[in-house]
């Protein structure tokens, strides 16, 4: 197994499991504890809002690794 295809499959397992995750902390109602920051207020939509930008971030790096050239 080349050392590029190895690759690729530890970043799809790692892929499953970023989503499965990301799917539970979503639809979780109580979304992890509450911190103020001063006035301002660190709640369960701040972190569902965490979590999205968590998974597209997972998603693009995922697909831009089919994007680079192999090496000669």
């Known amino acids: 197994m080349s050392k590029r ?15 499965v995750f990301v799917f539970i902390a979503i639809s979780a109602p109580t979304l992890g504890k509450t911190i103020y920051i001063g006035d301002y207020k660190f709640g369960a939509e701040q ?3 965490c979590y999205k930008i968590y998974a597209v971030a997972m998603v693009g790096l ?4 089919f994007f680079i ?4």
């Open 62 to 65: 995922f697909v831009a690794s």
């Open 5 to 19: 295809t190895l690759l690729r499959l530890i970043s799809l397992i790692m892929f499953i499991i970023a989503v």
């Open 69 to 72: 050239k192999k090496n000669k």
């Open 47 to 49: 972190w569902r809002t």
